[in-house]
């Protein structure tokens, strides 16, 4: 990827494709089945929902501000160490897909307002991974792509087991 201003558009064409895809996802879920979880399994659809407004603010919003954004106790409930199965309490699917699609504009605007910030520490290595900042970028959108695929696997075996 070009680290010039090109580069950054792509990468909002990348990060508006995916999240438009999980918001149409999680929209064709049904509500019986936000929190199923399946013997064998530890998370459930609405986990994978929260866990991607988690992503994108640890991989592209905290890197490229200096701080995190994410709601209270969200870290706890969809970061990457939660134990969703130990969870009871979880936000209901408006408030998560707020999260999704007011996390998506922010995203947009800092891409948009920090090109040339983002254009020069392009090959800036993250702490403790040695990828360079817009590789990380979009590795995290690339790790909400794949949820949408076990979203879908979680729909068809909740669509499975409700068909006896």
């Known amino acids: 990827m070009s680290t010039n201003?090109?580069?950054i558009r792509e990468l909002a064409i990348l990060a508006r494709q995916v999240r438009e895809v999980t918001l149409r996802v999680f929209d064709t879920v049904d509500s019986s089945a936000l929190t199923w979880t399946p013997t064998g399994t530890r998370n459930h659809i609405l986990w994978h929902m929260g866990h991607a407004v988690w992503v994108a603010d640890v991989l592209t919003i905290e890197p490229i501000?200096?701080?995190g954004e994410l709601p209270s106790g969200w870290?706890?409930?969809f970061g990457q160490d939660s134990q969703p199965a130990t969870?009871?309490?979880w936000p209901d699917r408006a408030v998560v897909r707020s999260h999704l699609e007011s996390q998506l504009q922010r995203v947009l605007q800092l891409f948009d307002s920090e090109q040339e910030t983002l254009a020069a520490r392009a090959d800036q290595l993250w702490p403790n991974s040695g990828w360079p900042l817009l590789e990380g970028i979009i590795h995290g959108w690339h790790d909400e792509a794949r949820?949408?695929?076990e979203v879908h696997l979680l729909q068809?075996?909740?669509r499975a087991a409700?068909?006896?």
């Open 65 to 67: 501000t200096g701080r």
């Open 147 to 149: 949820h949408q695929g």
């Open 87 to 89: 969870i009871r309490d």
């Open 162 to 164: 409700n068909a006896r």
């Open 5 to 7: 201003g090109n580069g």
């Open 75 to 77: 870290e706890q409930q």
């Open 156 to 158: 068809k075996l909740w």
